[in-house]
């Protein structure tokens, strides 16, 4: 499961820099998430740390990107430990 900005960010710039995957980035209006690089920061940390910091709750799991925490966890071995494969 990758995440998902609504509509309803504001910008607020405290998402982008939280992302342990470098997953957010600004968009056409607003911040967007990768869902190639979105781990839900399984392999970082408990949570995602953007839901966390997002101050209008605007961060939801992306209905189209459905994963397990095995698939997840492979994605963060792929992006943080393919050179060392």
Do not use: F, R, W
């Not at 920061?41 to 095995?70: F, L, M, N, R, W």
Request: proline share 7%.
């Amino acid at each position: 499961m990758a995440l998902l900005i609504k509509d309803n960010c504001i910008n607020c710039d405290m998402c982008d820099p939280e992302c342990p995957n470098q997953a957010i980035s600004y968009g056409k209006k607003i911040y967007e998430i990768d869902p190639d690089l979105c781990t839900e920061c399984v392999g970082h940390y408990d949570k995602p740390t953007c839901i966390a910091v997002c101050p209008i709750d605007c961060i939801i799991i992306d209905p189209k990107h459905q994963e397990s925490q095995d698939q997840l966890y492979d994605k963060y071995v792929m992006i943080h430990h393919s050179d060392q494969i």
